[in-house]
Nanobody, 119 residues
Framework: QVELVESGGGLVQAGGSLRLSCAASGAAFSINIMHLGWYRQAPGKQRESVVS???????TYADFVKDRFTISRDDAKKAIYLQMNSLEPGDTGVYYC???????????WGQGLQVTVSS
């Protein structure tokens, strides 16, 4: 069984930084055919895409995080990371990593991490 396990997150003051990690467990996870990304869900709002990275390394950031957040992937470790700098109170929410299998359309979600940015 494949799972995405997230770590990081927490409470930080505005202007601070956090780093989120997401690692896949299970030998069946073929990261080279996965589009990966991070989503977030603020209280009372729908889940939204923060950033995605294709298997080829193409990256798409949401406008609201450009130049502040950086995604990276380590295929050898079956992991992705989200470095978040210059955090704002509006970045508060639960952050989920996501993996989309481009061959069969299966989508996996991490368990979610709470990120709280205080003003």
């Amino acid at each position: 069984q494949v799972e995405l396990v997230e770590s990081g997150g927490g409470l930080v003051q505005a202007g601070g930084s956090l780093r989120l990690s997401c690692a896949a467990s299970g030998a069946a996870f073929s990261i080279n055919i996965m589009h990966l990304g991070w989503y977030r869900q603020a209280p009372g709002k729908q889940r939204e895409s923060v950033v995605s990275i294709t298997s080829g390394g193409d990256i798409t950031y949401a406008d609201f995080v450009k130049d502040r957040f950086t995604i990276s992937r380590d295929d050898a470790k079956k992991a992705i990371y989200l470095q978040m700098n210059s955090l704002e109170p509006g970045d508060t929410g639960v952050y989920y990593c996501n993996a989309l299998n481009m061959r069969n359309g299966e989508r996996l979600w991490g368990q979610g991490l709470q990120v709280t940015v205080s003003s």
